[in-house]
């Protein structure tokens, strides 16, 4: 179950770090299409995992799912109470602690699991934040 919650999580925290991006080149309007984008990842990762590995059953599948939605919804939440420039820095925050906690979650223990984990996520939100200058 941990290995499904690392995957759904790591997922939708490089999906809120493209969304993050997003916001910050073009704030307006953009929470309520991150709001769907986050659900239909949810329902993906749930889909996805369950086809990907159906002898595990469903219910890891759905804990990927619902993990995916937290790695999408829990650093997204600034943006409900303020404006981009003061959001986009909580969010930043809220992305740096669930990304501790899918460091903590991790095979890969202590400060490879943490390198290892917001190594990848840099270079993840470094090439959303390009492609949202397109």
């Given at each position: 179950?941990?290995?499904?919650?690392?995957?759904?999580?790591?997922?939708?925290l490089?999906?809120?770090?493209?969304?993050?991006?997003?916001?910050?080149?073009?704030?307006?309007?953009?929470?309520r299409?991150?709001?769907?984008a986050?659900?239909?990842?949810?329902?993906g990762?749930?889909?996805?995992?369950?086809?990907?590995?159906?002898?595990?059953?469903?219910?890891?599948?759905?804990?990927?799912?619902?993990?995916?939605?937290?790695?999408?919804?829990?650093?997204?939440?600034?943006y409900?109470a303020?404006?981009?420039?003061?959001?986009?820095?909580?969010?930043?925050?809220?992305?740096?602690?669930?990304?501790?906690?899918?460091?903590?979650?991790?095979?890969?223990?202590?400060?490879?699991?943490?390198?290892?984990?917001?190594?990848?996520?840099?270079?993840?939100?470094?090439?959303c934040?390009?492609?949202?200058?397109?």
């Open positions: 179950m941990k290995r499904a919650a690392v995957f759904g999580a790591a997922d939708g490089v999906l809120v770090l493209g969304l993050i991006a997003g916001f910050a080149a073009h704030p307006a309007g953009a929470l299409p991150a709001v769907f986050g659900i239909a990842e949810c329902v990762m749930t889909a996805a995992m369950w086809l990907s590995d159906s002898a595990s059953g469903f219910w890891p599948a759905a804990g990927c799912g619902a993990a995916t939605l937290a790695g999408c919804t829990v650093p997204v939440a600034p409900l303020g404006a981009a420039p003061a959001a986009v820095t909580s969010s930043l925050i809220l992305v740096a602690a669930v990304a501790a906690v899918i460091a903590w979650l991790r095979p890969e223990k202590g400060t490879l699991a943490a390198v290892q984990t917001y190594g990848v996520l840099t270079v993840a939100a470094a090439a934040w390009a492609v949202s200058l397109m």
